[in-house]
C-alpha cells in the first residue's frame, strides 16, 4: 500500500506514469543499498574493472611484480574470471608456496571450474597453514562444493567452520540446505532458526552482509 501511495505521488508530481515507476524504483534500489543490502551494487564491478586495470598496467611496467599478480588473481576471482587468476597464480607460486592466502585463492579458482578434487587438495592446504584464514572461509567452500556429492564430507567441513565462526548465518543455511536434503527435517528447521537467532544478534554492520542469507533462511523455515 506504502508504495501505492508513494507511485501515486511521484505521478502526480512528475505527471507521466512511466516515470514515476522509474523513480519509484530508483527510491527503492537507493534504500536497499543503504539499509538492507539484496540488490546487487551497480558501482562496484566498475570500481573492480578500474582497479584490474591498474594492476594489469603496473604488472606490464614490472613483470616480477608477484604482489600486484596476486591482487590481480584475487580481482579476476571475485569478478568470476577463474581461469585467467590461475595463469596470474601459476606464475607466482614459488613466491607464495607458504602462504594461506595463496592457496585459497588457488583452490577457490579449482572448486569454482568445477575441479573439486583439485580444490579440495588446495584448500586443505591453505587450511593446514592457517586454520583461520580468510575467517574460515575456505570451510564454507567445501561445504558447498561437496553438498551434493558427498554430505557426510559436506557436514564435516561445516562442523570445522562453524567451530571457529559461530557468528555466520551463511554457515547455518548452507547447514539446513544439506540437512535438507539428507531428509532430516527437525535438523535443518534448527539450523535455519539458529541462523536467524545469530542475525538478531549481529551488530548493524555485519547485518547488511548476513541478510541476504537469514531471509533464505527464514523461507526455508517457512516451507515447513
Not at 46 to 71: F, G, M, W
Request: net charge positive; glycine share 4%.
Amino acid at each position: 500500500m506504502s508504495k501505492f501511495i508513494i507511485f501515486s505521488a511521484l505521478w502526480w508530481l512528475v505527471g507521466n506514469p512511466f516515470l514515476a515507476l522509474l523513480l519509484l524504483l530508483i527510491i527503492i534500489y537507493v534504500l536497499d543499498r543503504q539499509f538492507i543490502g539484496i540488490f546487487p551494487s551497480l558501482t562496484r564491478p566498475l570500481k573492480r574493472r578500474r582497479e584490474a586495470a591498474r594492476l594489469r598496467d603496473q604488472i606490464a611496467l614490472n613483470a616480477n611484480d608477484v604482489s600486484a599478480k596476486l591482487d590481480l588473481a584475487r580481482n579476476l576471482i571475485i569478478r568470476k574470471k577463474y581461469e585467467e587468476s590461475l595463469r596470474y597464480l601459476g606464475e607466482i607460486k614459488d613466491s607464495y608456496d607458504d602462504s594461506a592466502d595463496y592457496w585459497n585463492a588457488v583452490g577457490t579458482s579449482r572448486i569454482m571450474l568445477g575441479q573439486s578434487d583439485q580444490g579440495e587438495a588446495h584448500l586443505l592446504k591453505a587450511l593446514s597453514i592457517n586454520p583461520r584464514v580468510q575467517y574460515g572461509e575456505p570451510w564454507l567452500r567445501l561445504a558447498d562444493a561437496f553438498k551434493d556429492k558427498d554430505q557426510s564430507k559436506a557436514l564435516g567441513y561445516l562442523e570445522q567452520f562453524q567451530s571457529i565462526q559461530s557468528s555466520s548465518c551463511e554457515g547455518y543455511y548452507l547447514s539446513g540446505i544439506i540437512y535438507q536434503s539428507l531428509g532430516r527435517s527437525r535438523e535443518a528447521h534448527e539450523a535455519f532458526t539458529q541462523s536467524l537467532a545469530i542475525y538478531r544478534t549481529l551488530p548493524k554492520y555485519r547485518k547488511k552482509s548476513e541478510r541476504k542469507w537469514a531471509l533464505r533462511s527464514w523461507v526455508n523455515k517457512m516451507k515447513k
